[in-house]
């Protein structure tokens, strides 16, 4: 197998796993249509998906590990003779079971769809207290406080944002697709991302930082099925 085969092969895996991310908004979606209806009970089905969800978590984690695995085993080899590759499915086999084996139950929880899952659960639950009622109120407040800030449009693309996540650091929202995009350009640059909300002072985004902000997805999606 050549080299170009294997960088082929990637390219047809990270396109599987954004099948995974797409089913882990669907799935964080039913479950707050779940919630919303529960009126604070427990019910087994959302332990179903929370169980869903971690799956696909590793899944994602998984492919990350595989992906950065064989960039580097093949980056190594490609300076060495031909023969070389032969040695190639080992070297991967053995550097990625080594680096699942140190995946936790932890890391999978701070996953950010798990996070965004659980946040998004929470928030669409309506206990006694009127929690959720308190957080929707709190969501349209800020929203329509800060429309130069979320405005539901993303500041990369200036249109409006089909997946919007919230940098946890500056609170800015942008489209996710378009933030990943431009700190994979960065990357590539060597240079660190800055926040592309003018006036921020955040210079260097990270994944790490991007949390999914499904009850403003949703919103969109509500405002796009009342125009």
Known sequence: MSLSAVHGALSSLKACQADIGTGMDIVTDVA???????DGDVNPGMKEMEDMILEC???????????????????????????????LSDKVKEQFTERTARLSDADLH?????????????????????????????????IAVTQSQVNFTCPLTQVEMVNPVKNKKCNHYYDEGAILGLMRTKHSQKKKCRCPVVGCGNIDVKETDLLPDQMLRRKIQSQKRHM
Do not use: G
């Open 110 to 142: 701070q996953h950010q769809k798990v996070v965004a899952f659980k946040e998004s659960v929470k928030s669409s639950l309506n206990p006694a207290n009127q929690e959720s009622t308190e957080n929707m109120e709190e969501l349209d407040d800020d």
């Open 57 to 87: 978590a590793r899944l994602d984690r998984e492919i990350n590990f595989f992906v950065d695995v064989v960039q580097q085993v093949t980056s190594e080899i490609a300076a060495q003779q031909p023969e070389a590759m032969f040695s």
């Open 32 to 38: 707050m249509d779940l919630a919303e209806t529960l």
